[in-house]
C-alpha cells in the first residue's frame, strides 16, 4: 500500500545515515478517505493523502523549532499487513489516518514531497499559528490553510543526498 508519512528536514537526514526511519503515523487512501472524498479518481484520492500528510508534517515543524522550514512526505510502499487503522477512540478521527508497524526503509521509498525553499516564509507563519488555529482563531487559520497553497516538489528517492 502506497502511504503518505510527514517528516521534517532533520528526519530526511536521518533516513539517509541510517537507510531506515521508525515512523508510526501516515495517511493512506483508505476507505473512510473514500467515503469522504465521495467523488475522485485514484489519483486525487492520493493527492488528498499526501496533502493530509503536509499538514501533519507542519505539525511536526510547530514541534522542531530548529528544523528548515519546509514540509516534508515521504511516500513509501509498505506491505499491507504492516498498515492498520487507528483504534476507535485513539487518535483523530481524520480520513486516511493509518499506522504502520516497523521501520521504513530507504529502498521502499518511492519518492520524497518537500517544499520549494520560496515556501518557508509562509511555512514558518503557518507552523507559527498552528495553536491559534486549534483554538479557533480565524486569522491564524487563514495562515494555516494559505500554505497549501504551494505545492510540495517531487523528489526520487535516490535524490535524497542531494536534497540535503
Excluded: C
Excluded at 505539525?59 to 487503522?85: M, Q
Excluded at 476507535?88 to 521509498?109: C, F, M, N, Q, Y
Amino acid at each position: 500500500m502506497r502511504v503518505y508519512l510527514p517528516a521534517t528536514m532533520p528526519l530526511l537526514a536521518r533516513l539517509s545515515a541510517d537507510g531506515e526511519l521508525h515512523l508510526t503515523d501516515g495517511f493512506a487512501v483508505t476507505e473512510s478517505l473514500r467515503d469522504w472524498y465521495a467523488e475522485g479518481d485514484e489519483e486525487e484520492l492520493e493527492y488528498a493523502a499526501l496533502t493530509a500528510a503536509a499538514r501533519a508534517s507542519l505539525r511536526r515543524l510547530a514541534g522542531e523549532p530548529d528544523a528548515a522550514r519546509r514540509r516534508v512526505v515521504i511516500a513509501s510502499d509498505i506491505n499491507d499487513a504492516r498498515v492498520s487503522l487507528p483504534a476507535d477512540g485513539a487518535g483523530p478521527a481524520e480520513p486516511g489516518v493509518i499506522k504502520i508497524t516497523g521501520s521504513v526503509r530507504l529502498v521502499d521509498i518511492a519518492s520524497l514531497h518537500v517544499d520549494e525553499a520560496g515556501a518557508q516564509e509562509y511555512v514558518t507563519a503557518a507552523a507559527r499559528a498552528l495553536s491559534a488555529a486549534d483554538e479557533g482563531d480565524a486569522d491564524a487559520l487563514f495562515t494555516v490553510d494559505a500554505v497549501e497553497d504551494y505545492d510540495l516538489l517531487w523528489f526520487a528517492a535516490q535524490e535524497l543526498g542531494d536534497l540535503l
